[in-house]
C-alpha cells in the first residue's frame, strides 16, 4: 500500500504554540487525527494573521480548503504542547500548499507533517479566484 510521504522544508517562519486537551485525545489516550486536523485549523489562523489577514478575509477573499495530506509519525498526548511550524510553499495562481509540522514541545519528537492544498475564493463571485498579489508577496 502506498503511503504519503511529506518532504519539509529547511525553515519555518511561522511557530504557533497549542496545548493538547482532553477533547483532542480518542479512546486509544493519544491526539485523534481528526483533532489534530482541528489543531492545524487553529495554527493556519495563526499563520494567515502573522501576515496580517486572516484566512475569512484576504484582501477580500476567503482561503479555503482544497485538499490535506497528512503524516502520523508518533503519538500526542494529554497536556503535551505542540508546536505547530507552517510555511507557505507551491504557490500557484489561485492558491498555495500550507506545510506544517507537529512537534512536541518538551521532547522535540514529531508527531505529525502535513500540508494543506487552500485556494481562494471570491464569494460575491462565487468562483475561485486568484491569489492577491499582496498577500503572495508577504509570504514568498
Do not use: W
Request: glycine content about 8%; hydrophobic content about 45%.
Amino acid at each position: 500500500m502506498a503511503r504519503i510521504q511529506i518532504d519539509l522544508p529547511e525553515s519555518f517562519p511561522v511557530a504557533v504554540e497549542l496545548p493538547l486537551y482532553g477533547i483532542h485525545i480518542n479512546r486509544g489516550g493519544h491526539l485523534d487525527n481528526a483533532m489534530l486536523l482541528s489543531l492545524v485549523s487553529e495554527a493556519r489562523d495563526h499563520f494567515f494573521n502573522f501576515y496580517g489577514y486572516s484566512d475569512a478575509n484576504t484582501e477580500g477573499l476567503v482561503a479555503f480548503t482544497a485538499d490535506v495530506a497528512v503524516q502520523y509519525i508518533s503519538e500526542g498526548f494529554y497536556r503535551d504542547v505542540m508546536i505547530i511550524d507552517m510555511v507557505a510553499s507551491d504557490l500557484n495562481k489561485y492558491g498555495f500548499d500550507l506545510v506544517f509540522r507537529l512537534t512536541n514541545k518538551a521532547t522535540g519528537r514529531e508527531v505529525a507533517r502535513g500540508k494543506y492544498g487552500l485556494v481562494f475564493y471570491d464569494r460575491a463571485a462565487k468562483k475561485i479566484a486568484p491569489m492577491p498579489e499582496a498577500f503572495r508577496q508577504k509570504i514568498t
